[in-house]
């Protein structure tokens, strides 16, 4: 080995929006753990909007590498992160490096790790490990399952996640229940949320619109499938407004679909920040979403969520009363159904439900399970 690693250096990788809010409050408690830690994005979001907004809003310091990839196919975006963070790995030699959730980022730079391991002894730790729809037409299960593959440290958010993990034959001893950091974050910026009051900037009243989210492959890149989830959304709009900040990636498809005219009955607006989009989903009468996150954050906020999706890999939503999928396949009667039953179910406040673990010091058990991890054999 030319360089021993550093043990006490974590290397933290973020690429899309979803990671944002995970890395935040653990780069934080990593740090107050001892830990020196190094930031890389890979540049698979780029918009101000998708990603240095979540850096204003979330306190996060400028990454200490950026990869610039932006937007490519699959192939060439994982391609693209796996040659650029090669360099890095090599250069900055870190004892781990940490990567969340279930994006072309997490595998990407999962992958370097298994493959410069024997060179570099770095070790992989997965937050939001575990996490399972069993649908491998999904591009995040195959990320997820082939990240928990290389990893050395597997982070848990839910009591489930174990049994998928073991199910696969991961020794569980590399499983750590950390619970949700997502959630750490949710708690920490939700008097901020209150402050901005997004839904009276906009005119609207507590607990008398829905926010709706949709951004999934399966549901956007098929004519027919986006035409239903936004005629379920056009019908919901009919007895309370429907807010819906459009993914750049739904936005393309509606142009490209010609679909545009079926927004006019929606409240569209940009994709929103982290703390905009708190404040908007906590005063909703409900949610309707195709996101992972939504789900996880309507649960905590008590706001019932309405999930355009078959199957779930959060069935813990689900089993806590705040989450139901819309009947399969989606259908505009179903969604609409789907959500006046959720609006009947009602609001039950911040902090009513919250699984073991969401309890806003998910990121400090993370940190503490990285400095007990064995040594290297
Ligand atoms: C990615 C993740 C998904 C996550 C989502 C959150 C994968 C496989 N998917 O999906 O799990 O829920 O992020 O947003 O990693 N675009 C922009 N500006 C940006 C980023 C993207 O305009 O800052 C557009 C581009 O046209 C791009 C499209 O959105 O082609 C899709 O972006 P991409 O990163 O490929 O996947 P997402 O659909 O965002």
Redesign the pocket.
Known sequence: MEHAPTDSTVMLVA????NFMKIAPVQKALERAGFRTVLVHTG????DQ??ASFFRDLEIRQPDHHLGVG?AS?AV?TARIMEAFERILLDTRPGWVLVP?????TLACALVCAKLKEATGVRLAHLESGLRSHDWRM??EV?RVLTDRCADLLLTPSRDAAANLSAEGIDATKVAFVGNVMIDTLLDRLPAARTRALPARLGLDAGRYVVATL?R?SNVDDESALRVCLGGLAAVAADLPVVLPL???TQ?QVDSFGLGHLLDRLRITEPLGYIDMLSLTEGAAAAITD??GVQEETTVLGVQCVTLREQTERPITVEEGTNQLAPWPLTVEGIYQTSRRAMKLGRVGVGTRSPDGWDGRASERAATAIRRAPQRS
């Open positions: 690429g899309a929006r979803p698979q979001h780029y918009d998708m990603s937007s699959h975006q959730g279930d994006v072309n980022s591009p995040e990320n951004h492959p993914h750049p990636r393309k996101s992972g």
